[in-house]
C-alpha cells in the first residue's frame, strides 16, 4: 500500500525532530523483531540514557538526514533499518544496543552509525560503546577534583596533629621542671 505524500512528509518531520535531539544514531538491520522484543529493545535503551529506537524508511529517513545536514551512510540504509538515537548519551546507549544485539544476534544486527559527523561501521561501534558515559565521565571528574582537597586536609591535619604532639611534649617537660624545683 502506497505512502500518501502528507504522511511522507509526516516521517521526515518526525526524523527531524528525532535528529534535532541527538547527538549521533546507530543503523541495525532487524528480522521478524516482534513486539516484545522491540519492546525490551526500548525499555534497555530507555534505562541506558534515554534513548530511542525508531523503525524508518529509508528513502525518506534519507531526505531527513540531508535536510538537516547530516551525512548520509547510503550504504547502511538498506534493507529493514531501525534507527537507535543516542540524545545526549551515545557511548551507554551504544552498550546498550551492543548487549541487545549479542541477545538477539539472529534477527537484530547493527550496520553501524554517525556521531560527530562521521559515519562508523559495525565494528567501530565497539569503540564507540567502550567510551567512558557521561555519568562516568562526571564521577571521574569528580574524583579529580575531590582528590587534592582530600590530600590537603590529610596534610593539615597531620601537621596539626604534630603541632599540638610538640606543644604537648613541651608542657610536660615544663611541669616535670617545675616539680623538680
Known amino acids: 500500500m502506497a505512502i500518501t505524500r502528507e504522511r511522507k512528509e509526516e516521517l521526515v518531520a518526525t526524523y527531524t525532530q528525532l535528529l534535532s535531539k541527538t547527538d549521533g544514531f546507530i543503523l541495525a538491520e532487524y528480522r521478524k523483531m516482534n513486539t516484545d522484543k522491540v ?106 577534583i575531590v582528590q587534592p582537597a582530600s590530600l590537603l586536609a590529610g596534610l593539615l591535619s597531620s601537621a596539626t596533629g604534630q603541632v599540638v604532639n610538640v606543644l604537648q611534649a613541651y608542657l610536660q617537660e615544663k611541669e616535670q621542671g617545675d616539680a623538680a624545683a
Open 39 to 144: 519492546n525490551d529493545l526500548r525499555k534497555r535503551l530507555g534505562d541506558a540514557a534515554g534513548g530511542t529506537y525508531s523503525v524508518t524508511k529509508n528513502t525518506l529517513f534519507r531526505i531527513a538526514l540531508e535536510q538537516n545536514g547530516w551525512p548520509v551512510p547510503r550504504e547502511l540504509l538498506e534493507g529493514q533499518t531501525g534507527v537507535v538515537f543516542g540524545n545526549g548519551n551515545l557511548p551507554a546507549v551504544a552498550k546498550a544496543v551492543q548487549a541487545f544485539a549479542k541477545d538477539n544476534g539472529d534477527f537484530f544486527v547493527v550496520k553501524g552509525g554517525v556521531i560527530s559527523g562521521s559515519v562508523f561501521n559495525a565494528k567501530e561501534l565497539e569503540a564507540v560503546a567502550n567510551l567512558p558515559t557521561l555519568d562516568e565521565i562526571h564521577a571521574q571528574l569528580a574524583g579529580l
